[in-house]
């Protein structure tokens, strides 16, 4: 397997770099910590807001940096590429926007990630800032939970830090904020498909090898391999191996539902658009009511062909929320 | 009686930042197999902080060893991080003044059981409990015998537990996805871990 081209510098400056550009092309919302690779709201902290600080390894884009901004994220660390921050990284950006109010932090339930927030958090107690943690794990491919780490945080953290951050901007309070992200939690479910791996910037080689003729279902986010290979198939049947095991998870009828078709990085919104199609028609024909959707590449896994299905059982107040203004620079509406 | 110092101590994480620079690449294949191809680079370069540090600069081996904690979970990121973090601090914080092999018992014991709590992870989970736990046991069987021979002891175990990941099905961490097909390959953590001893068993005492 040869080396796979990138356009980057230097590998291990990678983030650091797209940090700039990121500043570069946002300076007039956002701030950059560039020591502690922690992206923030510009205006932050807002008095009587309640910070809400998310954050994980690179290689997500847009999430979560591009999810900063006024009814999303106060600040988003950001680690090496699929590498959680570390806790210097959290508590930075815990205090940068802590405005008294106390700071949840949004966690995709990784075991880096879990960890180091934990310790941050442990951290930032002994300094007085109030932090509760919601732990995000949506992701049905993980089946058997208790001889596993758990299931995954992947999709549905799109939908949570949405969600949430618009709670947060109405000015819900720490423990209504918290409780809000454990019910979107509940109520939330994710499956991947990979058509291809992706390629670590300083690894330089596909993380996984997978035939020409070959689908990885149940993948993570992280080009991690999945649970099962399958032949390569139809949009129609890989749509049906998505939807299936969320609808067979969770109940999502008689509920609104919002539903989001993600791409993986390298899969174009030609076939994201044409996936959505197949997957809302086997969603209504199961009698799920999709109320809101959101189709493109909101949550990827560098340059990973595929796309992820998220469905969110959502209530009146989780769709007034989803409708409620967000401005930054990946989700912008309601302005 | 031999005991553990300072200077014993900078040696043991020189070597141990040495190994896992020689071993970086090896250990990112490990994980690129099961998990997510950044253990070697991640250790690397939190070892590589490590090994910056001037032993001259603390007070003595406890401050140095909690300074090389706090290094490596500010700078290896990941799991690895807050686990081999966890395992100097608390070794620190167990380690007594002029360790004899006993003290030094004392805080392998404190940072294994730290790791266990901060990963909640067990032996069998195909993790680096696998090489760390039955280390431990090898060391207190050795105790007797002095420093030296109770780490090669406790190295020697350590490389059988890690070899022994090979079959197991791996419950925890990022290689607990891959359910059945995480068996037939080697756990990175286990390997690193291993590394650690064996400089260990090279330096002190």
Known sequence: MGLVKKLINDASDVVADALRGIEAAHADRLRIDHDHQVILRADAPRAGKVGIVSGGGSGHEP???GFVGRGMLDAACCGQVFTSPVPDQVMAATTAVDAGAGVLHLVKNYTGDVMNFEMAAELAAAEGVQVEAVVIDDDVAVTDSLYTAGRRGVGLTVLMEKIVGAAAEEGLDLAGLASLARRVNASGRSMGVALTSCTVPHVGRPTFDLGEDELEIGIGIHGEPGRERRPMASAREVAAMLVEPVLADRDFTGAPAIVMLNGMGATPLLELYLMYGEVATLLREAGVEIARNLVGNYI???????????VLGADDDMLRLWDAPVDTPALRWGL | MTTVDLAQTQAWLADFAAAIHENAALLTDLDRQIGDADHGSN?????????ALNADDFADTA????????????????ASGPLYGTFFLRFAGALPAAADAAGLGAALRAGVEGVAARGRAEEGDKTMLDALAPALRAYDEAVGEGVRPALEAAA?????????????????????????RSAGHQDPGATSATLLLESAARNLG
Do not use: F, I, N, W
Request: aromatic letters at 4%; charged letters at 15%; hydrophobic letters at 45%.
């Open chain 1, 63 to 65: 999430l979560h940096g």
């Open chain 2, 63 to 78: 401050a140095y060893l909690k300074k090389v904690g706090m290094t490596l979970v500010s700078t290896v990121g990941g």
């Open chain 2, 43 to 51: 250790m690397d370069r939190g070892l590589t902080a490590v090994a």
């Open chain 2, 156 to 180: 020697a175990a350590a490389a059988t537990g890690r070899d022994a990941t090979v079959p197991l099905v791996a419950r925890k961490g990022r290689a607990s996805y891959l359910g059945e």
């Open chain 1, 300 to 310: 990827t896994s560098l340059d990973m062909a595929g796309c992820s299905l998220t």
